[in-house]
T-cell receptor, first 113, second 113 residues
Framework: AQSVTQLDSQVPVFEEAPVELRCNYS??????LFWYVQYPNQGLQLLLK??????LVESINGFEAEFNKSQTSFHLRKPSVHISDTAEYFC???????????FGTGTSLTVIP | DAGITQSPRHKVTETGTPVTLRCHQT?????MYWYRQDPGHGLRLIHYSYGVKDTDKGEVSDGYSVSRSKTEDFLLTLESATSSQTSVYFC????????????FGPGTRLTVL
């Protein structure tokens, strides 16, 4: 089975500052990795995903994440956050041959004006 | 946006009563999932379906049952609701397992008094 750890439950950051949301996973098989974002009172939306190839993946709104196999990590970064980035962020892992996603407990990002 | 609706969106019920939540999709995706979201736990899988009449248990299936008689509908039933089942329930769909992202519905907020 797989598991996901998001070490930071809450991350406050000032507007235009950089941010990193950490995600570590454990798995004995090949995995796919995802970051989802949840705005208040809404469902989850895919932010970005790593399936194969380049270990650095980017989203359309300036976030990026890097797959590090040796450290079993998939940290999410943004060089300059906006107020609109305030949301809950979830890391998820799926086995390459599995049916299920495993989600972390989430990181609440609050951007301070 | 993926065509996923959940009904009802909000429900308040009493302990011991049966409750059924409905997930409806218009995407013709094979896989459907029910999750519950609770503070400090992230999303946890309750049950999932990999085809009509094909379902399997997830991590927190006790007290829940599901049915899928049509590709587009996936029902979650709480046979006798308990206060511990107060939560936000999300339905998700995916086209294939593993690599494909899951698309989430808007959620159902259930309160069991």
């Amino acid at each position: 089975a797989q598991s996901v750890t998001q070490l930071d439950s809450q991350v406050p950051v000032f507007e235009e500052a950089p941010v990193e949301l950490r995600c570590n996973y454990s798995s004995s098989v090949s995995v796919y990795l995802f970051w989802y974002v949840q705005y208040p009172n809404q469902g989850l939306q895919l932010l970005l995903k790593y399936l194969s190839g380049s270990t650095l993946v980017e989203s359309i709104n300036g976030f990026e994440a890097e797959f590090n196999k040796s450290q079993t990590s998939f940290h999410l970064r943004k060089p300059s956050v906006h107020i609109s980035d305030t949301a809950e962020y979830f890391c998820a892992v799926s086995a390459a041959t599995g049916n299920q996603f495993y989600f972390g407990t989430g990181t609440s990002l609050t951007v301070i004006p | 946006d993926a065509g996923i609706t959940q009904s009802p969106r909000h429900k308040v019920t009493e302990t011991g009563t049966p409750v059924t939540l409905r997930c409806h999709q218009t995407e013709n995706h094979r896989y459907m999932y029910w999750y519950r979201q609770d503070p400090g736990h992230g999303l946890r899988l309750i049950h999932y379906s990999y085809g009509v009449k094909d379902t399997d248990k997830g991590e927190v299936s006790d007290g829940y049952s599901v049915s899928r008689s049509k590709t587009e509908d996936f029902l979650l039933t709480l046979e006798s609701a308990t206060s511990s089942q107060t939560s936000v329930y999300f339905c998700a769909i995916s086209e294939v397992r593993g690599a494909n992202e899951q698309f989430f519905g808007p959620g159902t907020r259930l309160t069991v008094l």
